[in-house]
């Protein structure tokens, strides 16, 4: 039975972004070696090396490399990864922001 590797590929933050068996990948350099053997779990690790899916339902990711095992992150760990998008100005504020630059504009062009 043929022996596979199984590499994965983590961010600066040790994160685990993605996973796969030298069965599939070309090229290794950039990606981790964590394990080695034969069967289905080798072979085909991104589906059955991992007991959740790589990324939860909100799209962060599960795992960290920590040394060369695959730990599931904590729930906190995850909630820090969470970027909440900046407040939409109100049409008031919009309108406010747009004359003020006009105004200084006007001013500018007025003493040429």
């Known amino acids: ?7 994965v590929k983590t961010d600066s933050a040790g994160r685990v972004t993605a996973i796969d068996s030298s069965a599939f990948l070309r090229e290794a350099a950039g990606w981790v ?10 072979h085909h690790a991104q ?3 991992l007991p959740l899916p790589l990324m ?3 799209g962060l990711y599960r795992y960290k ?7 599931e992150r904590t729930s906190e760990e995850m909630a ?11 049409d008031a504020d919009r309108i406010a922001a747009l004359e003020a630059a006009m105004l200084t504009l006007m001013e500018g062009t007025s003493n040429v």
């Open 65 to 71: 490399l920590a040394g060369s095992a695959l730990v």
């Open 80 to 90: 820090a990864d969470v970027t909440h998008p900046l407040p939409t100005p109100s």
């Open 47 to 49: 589906s059955n090396f």
């Open 1 to 7: 039975m043929e022996s596979y590797k199984v590499y």
């Open 33 to 42: 070696l964590i394990a080695e053997g034969s069967g289905d779990e080798f």
């Open 56 to 58: 939860t339902e909100e």
